[in-house]
């Protein structure tokens, strides 16, 4: 059949017998590349995927087979995007489409008012993304057809628009289609927030300095958009580039500050290039990334040995925002500073411990030992909190444990260990695996502890206050 086609293809058929003939025969080839063993094996080489392409070429949006039905020619081109999309999944068959100038041929069906022709071009140009051949082919034509048929189709064709996100994720792992298609939708932040998510802060930083200004704006309303609500938009989760770690993603200023390289030079460079009426969005994005203390010390240092040669009135704004944000940063301290006061109680201990949300305290030992107070907690989430209780500061065990009913005995896996000073901040240190073992006592209500070997002293009786 593929022989048969080959010597046929790529010249359109020339009566309305030979025009269903060849539907037909798509067919058959399309059944093979889907349900038979080996069937794309068998396809690669003859030569008629090449033809396939150059068949679907003489055949743009809008261009029909003359000779038969315009639903009989769709239904044949449809056919003939199926049984690229079927095989392309084998990179010798990808390769042989792409040579044929797939990426071309197929781009243009993005903009096919046909909504089934449309769907079947987006299913193969989403394997083509896939190889390195595409995406560079892709950067060079298809960046302007799949932004428009992203905002185009989107609340029509709610399905074809997930394969033409996940097309567009696939294409821009090649990062020159990335920064190109980020261009192309700068001002389209809903897309980019479904597209990419927060790191669309990282895709639009280099867009800052675009020498066309409106790009740049729209650049910078997009920076300021992601950095107000990014941590709800999750974007493309494989992560491509990866973001570590991940918890950056919950945190939008320093997720810019770690990943746009110069990112207060370059703010501060377009108080120079960007008009006077604009310097307010300039502030806005400045106040939000410097939340992130050490973005705020690169902006100090920046502004100390890289002043911008601005106009005066110009300089001086600079001067009483820097100074109004120093304040505010300095308020925050003493804040937090005071909150850790009123944590503490009359004789300037730390407060009591507070029970982590959404968990309850099933057994709670408490003890007094060489002038410290100890607590140990147990969970119905099935894991505890260890706390020595010094006065100015606080020592912390957390993991999780296990309760053997039959034998009585507690078992408790080290997860992490901490201090907390007087001020309420708290260094976390990894504990490794260790373990730290009990027995329980019905009989007196009590539990004994040994192998404690983050404080001392080493063994100590607790006296049960409650079991759940």
């Known amino acids: 059949v593929a022989k048969s086609l080959s010597s046929v293809l790529p010249e359109l058929p020339q009566s309305e017998t030979l025009g269903i003939c060849l539907l037909d025969l798509l067919k058959a080839l399309r059944s093979v590349a889907m349900y038979a063993k080996f069937g794309c094996r068998d396809l690669v080489g003859v030569g008629v995927l090449g033809r396939c392409v150059h068949f679907l070429a003489k055949l743009p949006p809008g261009v029909t087979i003359p000779v038969v039905s315009a ?108 920064l190109a298609f980020t261009e192309a939708v700068i001002t389209e932040t809903w897309l980019l927030k479904e597209i990419f998510g927060l790191t669309s802060i990282q895709a639009s930083f280099p867009l800052l300095t675009h020498e066309n200004f409106p790009t740049a ?48 030079d370059v703010l501060l460079g377009l108080l120079v290039n960007f008009p006077v009426e604009q310097h307010d969005k300039i502030f806005d994005v400045l106040s939000m990334v410097a939340e992130h203390d ?24 600079l001067f009483d925002f820097m100074d109004k944000l120093k304040q505010s940063k300095e308020e925050a301290r003493q804040r937090a500073a005071m909150e850790a006061a009123a944590r503490m109680d009359g004789e300037g201990q730390l407060g009591p411990l507070h029970d982590p949300p959404g968990v309850e305290a099933q057994v709670i030992f408490t003890a007094t030992v060489g002038g410290a107070k100890e607590e140990l907690r147990l969970y119905d989430d099935e894991s505890f909190v260890w706390m020595r209780d010094e006065g100015i500061t606080r020592q912390l065990l957390r993991g999780a444990y296990e309760y053997v009913e039959e034998a009585a005995e507690v078992g408790l896996l080290v997860e992490s260990a901490a201090t907390v000073a007087v001020d309420g901040r708290e260094t976390v240190m990894a504990a490794g695996d260790d373990q730290i073992l009990g027995l329980y006592e019905d009989d007196f209500g009590a539990a004994v502890f040994s192998g404690r070997n983050h404080w001392t002293p080493a063994d100590v009786r607790m006296v049960v206050k409650q079991m759940a």
């Open 71 to 178: 639903d009989i020619s769709t239904e044949t081109t449809v056919i003939a995007l199926d049984v690229l999309w079927h095989t392309a999944n084998d990179p010798l068959a990808r390769h042989e489409q792409l040579d044929a100038k797939g990426v071309d041929t197929v781009t243009a069906f993005l903009s096919d008012p046909r909504d089934g022709v449309r769907a079947a071009a987006t299913r193969v140009l989403s394997l083509l993304a896939t190889d390195l051949q595409g995406r560079v082919r892709m950067t060079e034509i298809s960046v302007e057809p799949l932004a428009d048929a992203l905002q185009k189709h989107c609340m029509t064709c709610p399905v074809n628009h997930k394969v033409l996100v996940q097309t567009a994720r696939a294409a821009a792992e090649h990062p020159p289609f990335r």
């Open 217 to 264: 704006n729209s650049a910078l309303d997009c920076m300021a958009f992601f950095l107000k609500g990014g941590s709800d938009a999750p974007g493309d989760e494989i992560r491509v580039p990866p973001v570590a770690p991940l918890e950056l993603l919950d945190s939008p200023a320093e997720f810019a500050f770690e990943n746009c390289v110069g990112l207060m």
């Open 294 to 317: 050490p973005a705020w010390e690169d902006l100090v240092h920046v502004n100390e040995t890289r002043t911008p040669m601005v106009q005066q009135e110009v300089f001086e704004r």
